[in-house]
């Protein structure tokens, strides 16, 4: 499929915010809502969008997102997300952050604390935060997925099993309705669940955008960590089970808080 102009712009638009809307759009473009909503059949026809009610978003699948897509989207969210997660740990303790281009927001945070020790295996966090002289980096071995400068596989599982972390912050692929943390890679998911095996306290970082989005392996569930750091209110059902769990809500666009 070839696409004109407007359609390559809904289709950046889509990748930068997770989701268009149909009035959105047609405001945007000065034209009619029909015009809109054939350019959206059109591009989730070839598989490029999803489209669900007033809007399409991007679609759900076995595959993720491009790294440098999603290190552009939703940017400003991560950083407060970031901020909000990075003011929650305290100087002097270990951490460990997983891959993922939120985590690296945080790991930027981080960069005025003093005395961390470090645990990852994500080569950017690392080179990140070595501009931090007075924390300590400890970069797991494993398998390097060049994508995302990620470390996974057995090797990293059992770096990681040496370790018992004050703190780990992960970060996810999706999440689903039932609260469930999802991914695409097996090899990190096993990994994933090492960390927060090794952790005394474990805090995810997801922005909205996960929650319209699937993958098909799972992590844990909610259940299972500490807290969340999102910019927008959970769906109200999610909301009340993380309360039956005792999972802390920190939601970085409204300052809501459901402990």
């Known amino acids: 499929?070839?696409?004109?102009?407007?359609?390559?712009?809904?289709?950046?638009?889509?990748?930068?915010?997770?989701k268009v809307t149909v009035e959105g759009l047609a405001s945007q473009f000065d034209v009619t809502l029909q015009t809109i909503r054939r350019d959206l059949s059109e591009l989730a026809d070839n598989?490029?969008?999803e489209r669900v009610h007033g809007g399409a978003i991007l679609p759900s699948g076995t595959s993720n997102i491009l790294y440098e897509e999603r290190r552009s989207l939703n940017a400003d969210a991560k950083q407060a997300m970031a901020r909000a997660c990075a003011a929650d740990i305290p100087n002097g303790v270990s951490v460990f952050l997983n891959i993922g281009t939120s985590t690296e927001a945080v790991a930027r945070a981080l960069l005025h604390h003093e005395n961390l020790m470090?645990?990852?295996?994500?080569?950017?966090?690392?080179?990140?935060?070595?501009?931090?002289?007075?924390?300590?980096?400890?970069v797991t071995g494993g398998h390097l997925r060049r994508a995302d400068a990620g470390l996974i596989g057995t090797l990293a599982t059992e770096t990681i099993k040496k370790f018992k972390f004050d703190l780990a912050v992960i970060g996810c692929s999706a999440l689903?309705?039932?609260?469930?943390?999802?991914?695409?890679?097996?090899?990190?998911?096993?990994?994933?669940?090492s960390i927060m095996h090794q952790a005394r306290r474990t805090l995810l970082v997801a922005d909205h955008s996960k929650f319209a989005r699937s993958a098909?392996?799972?992590?844990?569930?909610?259940?299972?960590?500490?807290?969340?750091?999102?910019?927008?209110?959970?769906?109200?059902?999610?909301?009340?089970?993380?309360?039956?769990?005792?999972?802390?809500?920190?939601?970085t666009d409204t300052d809501s808080f459901v402990a």
């Not at 470090?118 to 400890?138: P, Q």
């Not at 090899?187 to 669940?193: L, R």
């Open 1 to 18: 499929m070839s696409l004109n102009f407007r359609q390559s712009e809904i289709l950046n638009m889509a990748r930068k915010s997770g």
């Open 47 to 49: 598989g490029q969008l």
């Open 118 to 138: 470090v645990v990852t295996n994500n080569m950017n966090v690392a080179n990140i935060l070595a501009g931090n002289k007075s924390c300590d980096i400890i």
């Open 176 to 193: 689903d309705s039932e609260g469930d943390i999802l991914d695409f890679d097996i090899q990190e998911v096993s990994v994933s669940q």
């Open 216 to 251: 098909p392996a799972r992590i844990a569930s909610l259940a299972d960590v500490n807290a969340i750091y999102t910019d927008r209110p959970l769906p109200q059902s999610l909301a009340t089970a993380c309360q039956t769990w005792n999972t802390d809500v920190i939601c």
